[in-house]
């Protein structure tokens, strides 16, 4: 179908145009990909985009249900998009999404999808922000990303982000996965999940342990005052749900007040634009090494010989590509 | 220290040195890396690089102990990289590294490190190639990278490893985890840990089943014709572990044999190159990011304010650092 056409329906609300164009985001061709976000950028912007995330186990696809059940009370509109990047290669996704659709199947205020992306050369960490547009695009007042939280991709999803939440849950090895850094880092929001399990005392105290450790060693300017909330919440029974969903609100008050959510947004464009030339490059690269040119062959083959270092060699790459003789 | 003089020590075989080094590769500044490669790289290209990956809980680390243990018994020195790229922020390897030690410390033939990735924008992915190097350098004969496998990192192993092996464990979702065509393309041996436990036949057979499937679909030519073995190992009694090493012994003659050696050592080489030409141009990218060039903050203004899309955004960027105004 032409894209003015999937575009054209996207504006309208029709689902199929909204999936098809999130394929494009997910493993279109460059130049089509680079054609649909050329058109619906100007459309975008208007979304609150929500982010999940937490290690395997503590029951986020059951949160995240939770938060969009609680957002359609509040009569918003809900997109989820479930990014797993620990599944690069598998095919599941669609039956998943039917499964986490229950609940919300007759419902066309949410829409679920799962990300597995195979088709871009930055993975899912290029293509997650290209889908957020296409939902952003798409007019639903929220847009959640959730994603298994396995270190770098809880720093992405905080980048794509306004406001992140990081997921916990009692008898998980406790101390061990609040004790990364990163998670402390990228949290405006813990849940703690299943918190009708023992131990969920117990993460709670570690974990503000950790939030006073941290925020003593930081040095906290005015603007960016906000002590992350932690909130008990059992997904499967609701509780504590619409509290976590008064913190998203509140965090949202917090980063107008502060200015943070200019700021924000400029780091997100940042990062876009970064991620975008990066994989230019990467295209660049990408068709070199496929035999249209001999140039990387050769340096391959003297890197291998031993004849010449990788950095030297990369260095005639980046000359070659800027000087436009590759 | 002089660069030099920890490049003298490597080659003298001092622990002090290649620890130092391994730092470098790990988190230095980049144009110190760039320099110790350029000076290791010589001397680099005679170890065994073996892979090892798998998923959480099927004792991958007791497993690459006991191939270690193995190995030392039949008169090799082998060097140890963990690659946890679900741990970026961990500050636990050294502890780590001691635990996994037991069995080994007193033997100056083996040599464990963790690898906990920060300093390089590339990552983990970045930085896993060029520790290899050092080890490389330093002598050992066999240089083992165990990594959780978390659906890229294992495409990453491969593409560093001259021979690959995938472990699985009865009891972790089996059909589910091998389900996953990622580790049957990587694979170049399978090992079926903790074989004692039930499951253990039920796992071989779908493995089998899966690869029977996948070896049918795909086209496969003479020099490429290895069909990846399944052993059985129970690695906390050392029961398989013999036969596993012997395997690892015919990939490596099969490599030879095939041609295949020389194809993967030309691809690992342009792997490299490519990698290390991205690292380049992400660090462009960072230093105008950071305030020393206003171009990307205007840019990325211009994108938050919905006045430019981001493609053009980074089609103005790449113009701009390829024609040296950034």
Redesign the interface.
């Known amino acids: 179908m032409e894209l003015s056409a999937l575009i054209d329906g996207l504006a309208r609300g029709e689902r199929r145009a909204l999936a098809r164009l999130l394929t494009v985001a997910e493993d279109g061709a460059p130049a089509r990909l680079?054609e649909a976000?050329?058109a619906l950028?100007?459309r975008?912007?208007t979304a609150r985009i929500l982010g999940i995330t937490g290690s395997p186990g503590v029951g986020k696809s059951t949160l995240t249900n939770a938060i969009a059940g609680e957002l359609r009370r509040r009569e918003r509109t809900v997109a989820v998009l479930a990014v797993d990047?620990?599944?690069?290669?598998?095919g599941g996704a669609l039956l998943g999404d039917r499964v986490r659709m229950q609940g919300h199947h007759a419902d066309p205020g949410v829409f679920i999808r799962s990300m597995a992306s195979r088709g871009h050369l930055g993975?899912l960490s290029f293509a997650t922000p290209q889908a957020v547009l296409v939902l952003d695009a798409a007019g639903f007042d929220d847009v959640i990303i959730e994603t298994v939280g396995?270190?770098?991709s809880e720093v992405e999803v905080a980048a794509t982000a306004d406001t992140t939440v990081v997921a916990l849950a009692p008898g998980m090895g406790d101390g061990i996965q609040a004790?990364?850094?990163?998670i402390l880092?990228v949290a405006d929001i813990f849940a703690i999940n299943k918190a009708d399990q023992s131990g969920a005392g117990k993460l709670e105290s570690e974990l503000r342990g950790m939030l006073e450790m941290g925020h003593a060693l930081e040095d906290v300017g005015a603007a960016a005052s906000w002590w992350p909330p932690i909130v008990r919440t059992v997904a499967v029974r609701d509780e504590g749900v619409a509290e976590l969903v008064d913190h998203l609100d509140a965090h949202g008050r917090h980063l107008d007040a502060s200015g943070l959510r200019?700021v924000r947004?400029?780091?997100?464009?940042?990062h876009?634009?970064?991620e975008?030339?990066?994989e230019?490059?990467?295209l660049r690269?990408a068709r070199i090494?496929h035999g249209k040119d001999p140039l990387?062959?050769a340096?391959?083959?003297e890197?291998?010989a031993?004849e010449l270092?990788?950095?030297?060699?990369?260095?005639s790459?980046?000359d070659a590509?800027?000087g436009g003789t590759a």
């Not at 004790?179 to 990163?182: E, F, S, Y």
């Not at 947004?265 to 940042?270: N, V, Y």
Request: glycine content about 10%.
């Open positions: 680079r976000i050329g950028y100007p975008t912007g990047p620990s599944s690069p290669f598998s993975g396995v270190g770098q004790a990364k850094a990163g880092e200019e947004r400029r780091e997100r464009a940042l876009a634009v970064r975008i030339a990066l230019q490059v990467r690269f090494g990387l062959d340096l391959a083959a890197v291998a031993r270092d990788p950095y030297t060699a990369a260095d790459l980046l590509i800027e």
